[in-house]
């Protein structure tokens, strides 16, 4: 089991902002009521992109049966992409009752034996934790007697919720991984990129512009991971946390231990891709870089702006509603703008303090920051006139009534809308959007409908 | 017939497909009008599933979860999450029925469902499905039971022109509205349970609604001892029409392993043209028998020198196999998520209860693939011919329209499957 001490610990991390405002803001899911996923998800998404490790959970079969194989995180790793594999020790009725821990050291074996990874974690999940197996005695021994890092993950789903699990995930990272190697060379602009898992290959659309500015990536935590180089991660001169506050704990915990600062960006458009690029290059403190990094910004926005030429005209004077979720309602809402479109009201619903303020900040005075979206989108499609919903496929019907363009905003789990040339990528869809007659074509009356 | 092996000798599973007991628990309580399937276990139990079968399907899935933490897992018998969760639930929405489910969180504690059930005042199925036993279908027709015991009301006679027809999970929306329809071309009334052909066939609905919408209905549920025959369809839902039958001793039963397939199909029809004491089926039953016999034929070629590996739940391979049997596939490995009487009829060289692992292993023993999203990087890995079914088919439109059964959706998918094998072998 996860101990509780650093449970609660990392459910009041100093550096969330919501955690300064209110009380309890991690507090328990409400049954019945309860949307989103389990503390296993969370630690399952923050370290399965590395492809190079084996990642063994050690559950029944619902944990891995319904969630291998699910995210597209693309690696460079030029051995077998274990990511995209699915290990599971998958116990039965006779484990629950006579332990687990025989098997889950076989289980081990068996993947060191036939796919000789670089490390492998082992998660445990809710029924392991309740049937008692010592998980971390089982990685011990195996760690020695395969001369591998075998990583214990204890974030059973049932102590929280994918964020908890992130930070869960983290902490064995930390503990496990982190300073147990040093790096071959260091240079004065070695970085860690935390919580940047490489969804369908986001990442590189800007760190190639990031190397050639002479930034080097130290390590990775975790797209396009890979184990080695975490292990090096404590030499960073900076640690950048991309978009995912859940991870938080980590870079604090790190500047802590290691005297490493940190930031937090967003590669989401042209202004925070720019941004962002601006402000690792001066957290690095050195002149000569800052100067070359907005030299490459310049070149790069110059090059971006005549891509988008043609659809400036086509987006022009159009409205798009927001309905998304986290830092979703600002970083895309700035993409929209970067496109120009007008972005009359986004969803914060689900966004922290610190997200609503940024949503605020990005959509002026005037725009709507819609509490309850479910219910106020189809008002204020009507109200504004909006050309275009932005939304989970939950709103479909919504833009169809209203004779609208819709677009799922979870098509970016299959194509990148990342960095500049994301977003060439985003304006095509929404062109491709605004043009479709399907969503007019559907709410065709039939002919015996009166 | 070859060899059959249920148990392999290894510690874990790789690259698995075998499928939860809850989330086929749940998958059967959607195809219940207005119903709200009520998972007990962790939040993320019902997240995976929840996600799953909504990528699936191209669907939102109703279903939610009684959010079990550690803290309640120690300190509550499940009454407590269990009633704060209806009341949670019923605050919002006015479900026909709520569907509780177990998992293996909940079932290692030890819940009393029964019990629990019987003190709250609202509609209420239960059933235990942890997942560390058993699987998808278990999960379906285990729930297929529990409404069946729990709902149906007992009844002395039944009227002979009534049909219930009890589907396996693997069936698609389609394919059971297929097979109701074919009933029903013989007089029939019928009523499936559980009914998928009207709730997640991919209807676009007036508005987005948190419950199932569409499905057999309750009521119809509490009414379905009053029928004459019980068609029970794929060997998990044998228990079913057991527990059916003991409601109505009057009834009929006709049990079918699988409907794929010319000899098959010609079998239902048999036992309709029987109890409907009819010299003929209708005139479209008879033009589609004959539209099979020519694809046996025009697909015989292709699929004869064609060496097949088939990936599923039995009640799936043992239909699939057959049909493609017929054509004169070679089956030389069918891969089976659990243990099933099924798997000793299979006509294969080597049926296995296990995981992927196995097919990279024997990858030199087939030339084509018919199998889950996951079989697809097997497929590629080791350049084999592939047509994807089963759960789940995420990278694929259309899973719900999709139908394999009798006489018509038995020429589709040898048609289907036979060009997969020709492309494969010239390359493409």
Known sequence: MAPKPKIRELLQESACSHNKSRSGACNAPKPGATTGGCAFEGAQITLFPFADAAHLVHGPITCLGASWETRLTGTSWPGRDLTQMGFTTGISTNDVVFGGEEKLRSAIDHIVHHYAPEAVFVYSTCVTAMIGDDIDSVCRKATEAHGLPVVPVHAPGFVGSKNLG???????????????????????????????????????????????????????????????????????????????????????????????????????????????????????????????????????????????????????????????????????????????LEVVATSVKKATEEDRYKARQYLGEQGVLMTEPGQEQARIIDQTGADLLLAGGRSLFTAIKKRIAFVDVNQEKKKSYGAYLGLLNLAEDLNNALHNPVFKNVARRAPWEK | MGEVIRRIDKPLQVNPFRLSQPMGAALAFLGIDGCMPLMHGGMGCTSFTKVFLTRHFCEPIAIQTTAVTDVTAVLDGGDGSIVEAVKNITAKVTPSLIGLHSTGLTETKGDDLRGIASQIDYPMVYVHSPDYEGGLESGWGKTTCALIEQLVAPCQQGRRNKVVLLPHVSLTPIEVEKLKEFIAGFGFEVQALPDLSTSLDGHLGEKQSALSSGGITVEAIRELADAGLILSVGDSMRLSAEALLKKNATLCHRHFPHLQGLEATDQLAACLLEFSHRELPPAGVIRWRKRLQDTLLDCHFALGQTRVLLVGEPDFLSGAAQLLREAGSQIRLVLSSVDSPQLDRLTADTVLVGDLEEAEKRQQDFDLVVGNFHTEALARRFGKGLVLRGFPNWEVVGNQLRNDQLYEGGSAFLCEVANAAERSRHGH
């Open chain 1, 166 to 340: 992130s930070r869960l995930a983290g902490e064995a990272v930390l503990s496990q991984l982190i300073g147990t190697r040093e790096p071959e060379k260091q240079t004065p602009f070695d970085i860690n990129l935390i919580g940047e898992y490489n969804v369908t290959g986001d990442m590189w659309q800007y760190t190639p512009l990031l190397e050639e500015l002479g930034i080097r990536l130290l390590s990775t935590l975790s797209g396009d991971g890979r184990v080695a180089s975490i292990r090096t991660a404590h030499r960073a001169r900076l640690n950048v946390l991309v978009c995912a506050k859940s991870l938080v704990s980590l870079p604090r915990q790190m500047q802590e231990r290691y005297g490493i600062p940190f930031i937090s960006v967003s590669f989401y458009g042209k202004r925070d891709t720019s941004a962002s690029i601006l402000a690792i290059a001066e957290a690095l403190g050195d002149a000569e870089l800052v100067q070359r990094a907005r030299a490459l910004i310049a070149r790069e926005e110059t090059l971006l702006e005549q891509k988008l030429e043609p659809y400036r005209k086509i987006f022009q004077g159009k409205k798009a509603v927001l309905n998304t979720g986290g830092n979703k309602s600002w970083s895309i809402a700035s993409a929209l703008q970067d496109l120009g």
